[in-house]
C-alpha cells in the first residue's frame, strides 16, 4: 500500500539556519503531495502542495519539489525563525474515494533564538 | 475564507456521559473528516461524509457515531467512551477532486475520565 516515510525529530536548529526536512513516498499511481504544519495547540494548516510531477510548492519562505524519479517531496527553507517552531506532517492523496490522506509521521521542529 | 470551525474546544466526560462534537464549514466543500489525533502521531481517519453521505468508515467502535445535518455540518456524537478515547478531535474538509487539499479545524481535546 501507499506510505510516507519522514525523518524522524526532533530536528532543532538556531535562528536563521538552513532547514531541509526528509520526506519520501511509496505509491502506486500518481499522487498529489502535501506539507501540513500544526503549531502547539492547534490543528493542522496545509504549508503548501504540489500535484505532479517536478512542480515546486512553496509558501511562508517554505519549498518543496515533487520529484518523481526520487519519490521525493522534501520540505526546504532558507532562514528559520523561532515562530516556525511546530510538527511537520507530509502527506499524499489520490483522487479516489474520500479524497483520503496518508500522512508521514511527522517532524518536530524546534528553532532557538 | 478557508476556515474550519469546531466546538467546544475542550471538553472532559465521564465514561457513562453522552456528548457531542460539532464541526462547520462555509466553504462549499462538498466532502468532510472526523480524525482522531493522540500526542506525537499524526491524524487517522475515522470517517469520511461525501455529498452528506457517510462513504467512509474506518472501523470505528460505535460508542462514537456521526452525523451530517447538511452540507455544512457535520456532528460526533460520542456515548460510553473509554479513557483511551482521550485525544484530540479534529475536523476537515475538502472540495473533492484530485490534489484536492483538505482543510482542518483547530480540533477538540476530549479527556475521558
Known amino acids: 500500500g501507499d506510505s510516507v516515510t519522514q525523518m524522524e525529530g526532533p530536528v532543532t536548529l538556531s535562528e536563521e539556519a538552513c532547514l531541509t526536512i526528509n520526506c519520501t513516498y511509496t505509491a502506486t499511481g500518481y499522487p498529489s503531495l502535501f506539507w501540513y504544519v500544526q503549531y502547539p495547540g492547534e490543528g493542522l494548516q496545509l504549508l503548501l502542495k504540489a500535484t505532479k510531477a517536478d512542480d515546486k510548492g512553496s509558501n511562508k519562505g517554505f519549498e518543496a519539489t515533487y520529484r518523481k524519479e526520487t519519490t521525493s517531496f522534501h520540505l526546504e527553507k532558507g532562514s528559520v525563525q523561532v515562530s516556525d517552531s511546530a510538527v511537520y506532517f507530509c502527506?499524499?492523496?489520490?483522487?479516489?474515494?474520500?479524497?483520503?490522506?496518508?500522512f508521514g509521521g511527522g517532524t518536530r521542529l524546534m528553532v532557538k533564538p | 475564507d478557508t476556515e474550519v470551525t469546531q466546538t467546544p474546544k475542550h471538553l472532559v466526560m465521564g465514561m457513562t456521559n453522552k456528548k457531542s462534537l460539532k464541526c462547520e464549514q462555509h466553504?462549499?466543500?462538498?466532502?468532510m473528516y472526523w480524525y482522531k489525533q493522540k500526542a506525537k502521531k499524526p491524524p487517522e481517519l475515522m470517517f469520511v461524509y461525501s455529498y452528506e453521505k457517510l462513504s467512509i468508515n474506518e472501523s470505528v467502535p460505535s460508542r462514537f457515531s456521526p452525523e451530517c445535518p447538511n452540507s455544512s455540518l457535520l456532528n460526533l456524537h460520542l456515548h460510553a467512551l473509554q479513557p483511551e478515547d482521550s485525544a484530540l478531535y479534529l475536523c476537515?474538509?475538502?472540495?473533492?477532486?484530485?490534489?484536492?487539499?483538505?482543510?482542518f479545524g483547530p480540533g477538540t481535546r476530549l479527556t475521558v475520565t
Open positions: 502527506a499524499l492523496s489520490y483522487n479516489n474515494a474520500g479524497n483520503m490522506l496518508t
Open positions: 466553504m462549499g466543500h462538498r466532502a
Open positions: 476537515a474538509s475538502s472540495q473533492g477532486g484530485t490534489g484536492r487539499e483538505q482543510y
